[in-house]
């Protein structure tokens, strides 16, 4: 059975072109965070890939949220704003920052990583 990753970003092409770099994953997608909170408890992803800025719901009420119900979620967050927001999502419980753009492999590499890591 393949990990499950929840990707969240309100980019519909950038989220495709993330969804097919995870191609080794079941990968669920989620355009903003109110739907990311939903998704993650209907489908208990192994990993969630949190986008930062997005409407609706933003990256760090959401990871607040997830983590509020389940405090061993496993959230990174991926954003191109990382020296702007990236503190903010480190404080909210974000275990880590991956800056866009990244290439396939550093993406795998760091999900790999924290899908490994024992929280």
């Given at each position: 059975?393949?990990?499950?990753?929840?990707?969240?970003?309100?980019?519909?092409?950038?989220?495709?072109?993330?969804?097919?770099?995870?191609?080794?994953?079941?990968?669920?997608?989620?355009?903003?965070?109110?739907?990311?909170?939903?998704?993650?408890?209907?489908?208990?992803?192994?990993?969630?890939?949190?986008?930062?800025?997005?409407?609706?719901?933003?990256?760090?009420?959401?990871?607040?949220?997830?983590?509020?119900?389940?405090?061993?979620?496993?959230?990174?967050?991926?954003?191109?704003?990382?020296?702007?927001?990236?503190?903010?999502?480190?404080e909210a419980g974000a275990?880590?920052?991956?800056p866009k753009p990244i290439?396939?492999?550093?993406?795998?590499?760091?999900?790999?990583?924290?899908?490994?890591?024992?929280?």
């Amino acid at each position: 059975m393949k990990p499950r990753v929840l990707l969240v970003d309100d980019d519909d092409l950038l989220r495709g072109i993330l969804a097919s770099m995870l191609s080794d994953y079941e990968v669920i997608e989620a355009e903003n965070g109110k739907a990311a909170v939903e998704k993650y408890f209907q489908h208990k992803p192994d990993i969630v890939l949190m986008d930062v800025m997005m409407p609706v719901m933003d990256g760090v009420k959401a990871t607040k949220e997830i983590l509020k119900k389940d405090p061993k979620a496993k959230i990174l967050a991926i954003t191109a704003f990382a020296p702007i927001r990236g503190d903010e999502m480190l404080e909210a419980g974000a275990l880590d920052i991956i800056p866009k753009p990244i290439t396939r492999k550093k993406l795998n590499e760091i999900v790999e990583k924290y899908l490994n890591m024992k929280i």
